[in-house]
Structures are given as structure tokens and as C-alpha cells.
């Protein structure tokens, strides 16, 4: 009886570390990935990506994430993106290693880092990795950004900036995911 009781005290807390584990390394590895694609891109280019994909009010277009970055990821299947009026592209790319690239926006690639498998959560599994780095913030900034999102007002709130906030979070701690990170993985 001790022993199941035991049990039942730490399977839970050693399943929760080893998913944090995972989710912290699969998303370093993409983030990896995506800088190394960028940076291959400045090589190819001769420009800063900054030139190629971040001017304001340019559209980005489905060729320009696989003529700059697609080709630089080792991928399970082709690229199926489809951009529309509001300067964004949505799709699916299929990592080998499962993750998926799901969305690029304006300098914002949005992630899986566990692809088709849930549970397809912002800040559990889905996160956004800013192109450019978004700037150097206090801890407590992202955590509390991470909980909730950016503070906003009713016209200037976006949904993935939560997203960003907890990838920022996982990075500021060293990608690791702490005992008091806001979602529970």
C-alpha cells in the first residue's frame, strides 16, 4: 500500500518533468532550425533578412518563404502555404523530426513542436519565434505576459502574442520550462 501511494505521488511530477523536458528541447531545436535558415538566407542573399521580409506594409507572399527559407528545412513533405490579404501565410511545413511550421507572419514563424500530436496549445506545445528579436524583457514581464498575453487595448490585442511571450520565456530561462511557468504541460 505504501509503495502505490508512493507511486501515485511521483509518476505524476516524473511524467510532467520529462514533458517539460521535451517540449523545452523541441523547441529549441526548431528555433535553431529557423535561425539557421535565416541565417543561411542572409548568406545566399548578401542582406540582412531584415531587407527581405520585414518592410512595413510589404506583402508576404507563399514564394517568399520558399524561395528565403523553406528549402533550408529538412522537411517530410512540401511546403502547402497559402497567403492572404492581411500580409500573412498559413500552411503546414512537416518537419522530419514531427514539428511543424504553421504560420508566417510579418517577421513571426508560429510552431508545433510536437506537430499533429495535442494537445495544440499557445504556450504548451505552440509557440511564435520572432524573426528579429523582439528586445530583452524582465522575467516578470514575460511570465505575467505568458499567463495572458501583452496588455492591450480593444483594437491593438493580438493572439499570438502570448505565444511569443512564453517561447521568450523558455529561452530566458535557458530553454527550460520552471516550476512556475503559467501553463501546466
Known amino acids: 500500500m505504501v509503495i502505490g501511494i508512493i507511486a501515485a ?6 511524467m510532467s518533468n520529462y514533458r517539460k523536458k521535451e517540449t523545452a528541447t523541441g523547441l529549441k531545436k526548431i528555433y535553431s532550425s529557423v535561425m539557421q535558415a535565416i ?5 545566399e542573399q548578401g542582406v540582412p533578412i531584415e531587407q527581405l521580409v520585414l518592410k512595413e506594409n510589404q506583402p508576404q507572399t507563399e514564394s ?3 524561395k528565403y527559407f523553406a528549402k533550408y528545412f529538412n522537411t517530410s513533405n512540401s511546403s502547402n ?3 492572404s490579404y492581411d500580409n500573412s501565410c498559413e500552411g503546414i511545413l512537416q518537419l522530419s523530426d514531427g514539428s511543424q511550421i504553421l504560420r508566417w507572419y510579418h517577421g513571426i514563424i508560429y510552431v508545433d513542436v510536437n506537430g499533429i500530436k495535442g494537445p495544440n496549445r499557445v504556450g504548451v506545445d505552440r509557440f511564435d519565434i520572432p524573426v528579429k528579436s523582439s528586445g530583452v524583457k524582465s ?6 505576459y505568458c499567463k495572458g498575453g501583452y496588455p492591450c487595448s480593444s483594437n491593438n490585442c493580438y493572439p499570438h502574442d502570448k505565444a511569443r511571450a512564453c517561447f521568450e520565456l523558455i529561452r530566458y530561462d535557458g530553454w527550460e520550462i520552471k516550476d512556475d511557468y503559467p501553463n501546466k504541460i
Open 9 to 14: 505521488i511521483t509518476v505524476p511530477v516524473i
Open 39 to 43: 541565417k543561411q538566407t542572409e548568406i
Open 64 to 66: 517568399d518563404f520558399d
Open 81 to 83: 502555404y497559402r497567403c
Open 139 to 144: 522575467r516578470e514581464s514575460l511570465l505575467e
